[in-house]
């Protein structure tokens, strides 16, 4: 390969890794701004590498199942990030409402597992994150029985309506 084509390849490198960046960062904004202001906080104050680093999600390269696997976030940011990550790899929607993000504060082991068979949103249930990504479901009183935040429109404060 010559010293051209090279530049050309790392250029291209470059460009896709930014365009990447700022898909993370606008999937982050949405996230964020569909939270209360008290999960934000809590997000923000329990991984700010995570959420403000411009390396952003992926751009470390570490995936991000092994990632979680070792730093071992609280259940709210844990959630987050995968949210976001199944909406950058796989278009789920995103959203956190403060009844939703009340299950993953309240239990450690909540994660977002249940895909609403409508639109693919992951609600909560309670479970183990496994090196493969998948989730080993636990036998569960706590699981968070709906409506998916996403089909029902339930937005911050409007959760209560809907139990
Ligand atoms: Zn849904």
Do not use: K
């Not at 993370?24 to 904004?29: D, L, N, P, S």
């Not at 995936?63 to 844990?78: E, F, I, K, N, Q």
Request: with cysteine; net charge negative; charged share 25%.
């Amino acid at each position: 390969m010559n010293a051209a084509t090279l530049r050309r390849l790392e250029a291209l490198e470059a460009r896709a890794l930014d365009e990447q960046r700022r898909r993370e960062e606008a999937a982050c904004g949405v996230l964020l701004a569909t939270m209360a202001p008290e999960h934000v906080a809590l997000v923000r104050a329990a991984s700010p590498a995570y959420f403000s680093a411009p390396e952003g999600i992926e751009a470390n390269r570490e995936p991000l199942v092994a990632r979680l696997l070792r730093v071992r976030p609280p259940a709210l940011v844990r959630a987050a990030l995968m949210l976001l990550a199944w909406h950058l790899t796989e278009g789920r929607p995103l959203t956190l409402p403060d009844y939703v993000a009340e299950v993953y504060v309240n239990d450690p082991d909540a994660l977002p597992g249940r895909a609403c068979d409508a639109c693919g949103y992951c609600m909560p249930l309670r479970g183990r994150l496994l090196p493969s990504g998948d989730i080993e479901e636990e036998e569960a009183d706590l699981e968070y029985v709906g409506p998916c935040p996403v089909c029902a429109g339930y937005r911050n404060g409007q959760g209560e309506a809907a139990s």
